[in-house]
């Protein structure tokens, strides 16, 4: 673990983020006082921005509202996030909205090497709903 004041971290900030990409923790101080620490990313965070910002969107619990519209009317509903899990995706269950029940679930897959998305969806349309569009 190392210190640094302010003055010199702002002369040499990319110098102790490298360090703390390598996994050190570096304390920041304030007139001998420490302020804030620069630390290695949490184990489990993604690599990339993106995948943060969207961990701290899809969190267990989180709620969602949804407007599609189908022609001219707006089809608004409800969706609480569940079964959370960075690394194999999470569910939506529909709270409130235009459907008897609405259940989707997004799988996370490594493809080829690459990031992919499998997506689920079980869900009840009411009868009067379902017979006018048939």
Same mark, same amino acid.
């Given at each position: 673990?190392?210190?640094?004041?302010?003055?010199?971290?702002?002369?040499?900030?990319?110098?102790?983020?490298?360090? $703390? $990409?390598?996994?050190?923790?570096?304390?920041?101080?304030?007139?001998?006082?420490?302020?804030?620490?620069?630390?290695?990313?949490?184990?489990? @965070?993604?690599?990339?921005?993106? /995948?943060?910002?969207?961990?701290?969107?899809?969190?267990?619990?989180?709620?969602? /509202?949804?407007?599609?519209?189908?022609?001219?009317?707006? =089809?608004? %509903?409800? $969706?609480?996030?569940?079964?959370?899990?960075?690394?194999?995706?999470?569910?939506?269950?529909?709270?409130?909205?235009?459907?008897?029940? %609405?259940?989707?679930?997004? @799988?996370?897959?490594? =493809?080829?090497? @690459? /990031? $992919?998305?499998?997506?689920?969806?079980?869900?009840?349309?009411?009868?009067? =709903? =379902?017979?006018?569009?048939?």
């Amino acid at each position: 673990m190392r210190a640094v004041g302010l003055k010199v971290l702002k002369n040499k900030l990319s110098e102790y983020v490298r360090l $703390a $990409a390598g996994g050190e923790t570096v304390l920041v101080t304030d007139r001998d006082r420490v302020v804030a620490e620069i630390v290695p990313p949490r184990a489990g @965070r993604g690599e990339w921005v993106a /995948d943060a910002q969207l961990a701290a969107l899809i969190r267990e619990g989180a709620v969602a /509202d949804f407007t599609l519209w189908f022609g001219p009317l707006p =089809l608004r %509903w409800t $969706a609480v996030h569940s079964e959370v899990s960075a690394q194999h995706g999470f569910t939506d269950t529909q709270q409130r909205g235009p459907l008897a029940s %609405w259940r989707h679930t997004h @799988r996370f897959e490594a =493809l080829d090497g @690459r /990031d $992919a998305e499998a997506l689920v969806v079980a869900c009840s349309v009411p009868y009067l =709903l =379902l017979k006018s569009y048939l």
